[in-house]
Every structure is written in C-alpha cells, then in structure tokens.
C-alpha cells in the first residue's frame, strides 16, 4: 500500500509511513524518529544523508523541493508540513 491517499482529489501524506522512508535512509528504528527531533542535531544527518532523504522523497511523493526550500526540512514535522503543502499547491 502507498503512503499516500487522495482526499478530495489532493493527495495525502501519512506521517507514519514517512517516519518509516526516513528511517531507512537513517537506517534506524522508526521509534528512534520523534516528530520534533532535530535531523542534524538529534539525528546526525549529515548533508549526503539529508540530500539521501531529499531524493528519495521528491521520488516517492512526486514533488520537486526547490533548493530555498531544503533548510526547512530539519525535523519530521518540517518535513510533513513541508510535504503537505506542496502535494496541496498540485492539487
């Protein structure tokens, strides 16, 4: 099954499956990723790592992050909303 649904015609992201596609390019326990933990700091992600993580979601949800926008992914919940609002700007 897809992590992501169609509501109303916009699609959707589940917020556990996404937890798990960045565990395994962090190659850790899902458990191990709160909502708010720092993906540098808590998480030691270093740029090949994040850039790993920036591929391997623009190729799964379809979306093209700009490279203003990869600052902002800094968390899992940063990378929600961020997911969020651009599977909402294609609607």
């Not at 916009?10 to 190659?27: F, G, H, P, S, Y």
């Not at 933990?37 to 090949?48: G, I, M, N, P, R």
């Not at 899992?76 to 997911?83: D, I, N, P, R």
């Amino acid at each position: 099954m897809t992590d992501t649904a169609r509501t109303a015609g916009v699609r959707t992201i589940d917020k556990e499956e996404l937890r798990e596609q960045v565990a395994t390019v962090l190659d850790i326990d899902p458990a191990e990723i709160a909502d708010d933990a720092h993906f540098a700091d808590d998480l030691e992600v270093d740029s090949l790592l994040a850039l790993e993580i920036t591929v391997r979601l623009e190729r799964e949800y379809g979306v093209r992050l700009d490279e203003a926008e990869l600052p902002s992914v800094t968390s899992l919940q940063a990378t929600y909303e961020l997911l969020s609002r651009k599977l909402r700007e294609q609607g």
